[in-house]
């Protein structure tokens, strides 16, 4: 127990420090006087119009895709809880490690049934998002080839190539030779007892609980996922307008989806300092100074910190709610 503690602390010490350093590295590219300059000058009606946006987007098209996914996970969990653990856990994503975020999501899932299912929603659904930002980054990056800069021309194959891995791994989802053929390969590093081992075999038992999806559920997810995906893009592409940031919208969308594919490498806290540093690199190629890059930043990791602002109210009505109802139980218990 005190070793996993140790790690954890070491870890966490590690991801913060690496935060810090990106983040002073960008700092020292910046204009600060042209940075509060850009920030001042947001025209509020675009920020408000770019966060519902965002919500429809990220909160409830998102909650929209998990409720479809409950039949086939086996979860009892409603429309409205589900939009409820997405802002809760925006709130946990702002002020703790990735990994640390998603183990509060699997734990309201589970609530609706067991951790098991709540662990294959959770692997399904960031499978399904992880896929479609490759797909919609591999895709305009064709048409922004020659605009983007180097930074486009480098990634262009990678994003190909990660669209074609994501694909791989989500084809036992939906299909069932896939899943057998995958369990088949799968069992030589099942019986390997290191952390490798544990990974497969939650991919195996996620797996084994979509197999119940029929062609016309799994149709709509994707189509739901790319939906929320368009309501993300334009948030992101109003917020650059209105804080008068010269870019057009298919390079905002290939630009934010690399960016939060790599703000997903577990080794910064909540992405920030990788978040920073992507969109002041590849918004260079398209002539924007380092400083409205930097402030365009922050202003979406605004947004990020309303909506977790309004999920830690949520959660924390939640524990007082809950709170209240034990304190009417062990009085009731003690009048008896």
Not at 11 to 21: E, I
Not at 132 to 143: I, R
Not at 175 to 191: C, D, E, I, M, Y
Request: glycine fraction near 8%.
């Amino acid at each position: 127990m005190i070793n996993e503690q140790t790690s954890w602390y070491r870890h966490t010490g590690f991801r913060v420090t690496a935060s810090l350093v990106l983040l002073l590295i960008c700092f020292s590219l910046v204009d600060f006087s042209e940075l509060l300059d850009v920030l001042v000058n947001i025209d509020p009606w675009y920020f408000l119009l770019a966060l519902a946006l965002n919500a429809v987007g990220t909160v409830f098209i998102k909650a929209w895709i998990a409720h479809i996914s409950t039949r086939a996970s086996g979860l009892a969990l409603g429309f409205g809880n589900l939009v409820r653990i997405n802002l809760v856990a925006r709130f946990y994503t702002i002020v703790l490690p990735r990994g640390a975020s998603a183990a509060v999501r699997w734990h309201y899932y589970k609530k609706g049934g067991s951790g098991h299912a709540a662990a294959a929603l959770l692997v399904f659904e960031n499978l399904v998002s992880i896929w479609t930002l490759f797909l919609s980054s591999a895709v305009l990056l064709m048409f922004e080839y020659n605009q983007g800069g180097i930074g486009a021309e480098i990634l262009l194959p990678i994003s190909w190539f990660g669209l074609v891995v994501i694909t791989v791994i989500l084809l036992p989802f939906l299909h069932k030779k896939s899943a057998s053929l995958f369990q088949s390969l799968a069992q030589p590093f099942v019986k390997d007892h290191g952390w490798m081992s544990g990974v497969i075999s939650k991919l195996i038992d996620a797996i084994a609980s979509y197999q119940a999806l029929s062609k016309t559920r799994v149709s709509v997810i994707f189509f739901a996922s790319l939906l929320g995906y368009v309501f993300f893009v334009l948030s992101a592409w109003i917020l650059a307008n209105g804080m008068e940031i010269g870019i057009g919208l298919a390079a905002i969308a290939w630009v934010r989806s690399i960016t939060l594919i790599v703000a997903l490498v577990p080794i910064t806290i909540a992405g920030i300092g990788l978040r920073e540093s992507m969109l002041i690199t590849l918004l260079s190629g398209y002539g924007i100074s380092a400083s409205a890059a930097f402030a365009y930043a922050i202003a979406s990791f605004a947004m990020q910190v309303v909506l977790g602002i309004v999920g830690g109210l949520l959660a924390a009505w939640g524990m007082l709610k809950k709170n209240n109802e034990q304190s009417v139980t062990g009085s009731d218990g003690s009048s008896t």
